[in-house]
C-alpha cells in the first residue's frame, strides 16, 4: 500500500510530476495556493503504483511517498 501526499504550499505548478507520471493520474488543481500557483494533486491514489517518478522529478520536494511494511 503507497500513500502519496502533495506539501501543497510549496509545490509551484511547473507541471514535471504530471507530464512524468506513467498512470496520469496527476493534475493541476482548479484552486491556488499561497504562493499563488495551482498545485498538483492526485485524481486517483488508488492506482498510484508508488514508481516515486514524481517525487524524484519535483524540483521542489513537494511529493513524499510512504510505504507499508509488508511482513512476513
Ligand atoms: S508514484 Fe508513480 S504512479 Fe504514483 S503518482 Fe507518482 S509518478 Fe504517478
Ligand atoms: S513537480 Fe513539484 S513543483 Fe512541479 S507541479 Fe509537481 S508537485 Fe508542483
Redesign the pocket.
Known amino acids: 500500500m503507497v500513500r502519496i501526499y ?1 506539501h501543497e504550499e ?9 507530464k512524468f507520471c506513467p498512470k496520469e493520474i ?1 493534475v ?1 488543481a482548479e484552486h491556488i495556493n499561497a504562493m499563488g500557483f495551482h ?2 494533486t492526485v485524481t486517483d491514489p488508488s492506482s498510484c503504483k508508488g514508481c516515486a517518478v ?1 517525487a524524484w ?4 520536494v ?2 513524499e511517498l510512504e510505504r507499508d511494511e509488508v511482513h512476513g
Open positions: 502533495f510549496r509545490c509551484k505548478g511547473c507541471g514535471l510530476c504530471v496527476i493541476m498545485p498538483a514524481c522529478m519535483c524540483p521542489d513537494a511529493i
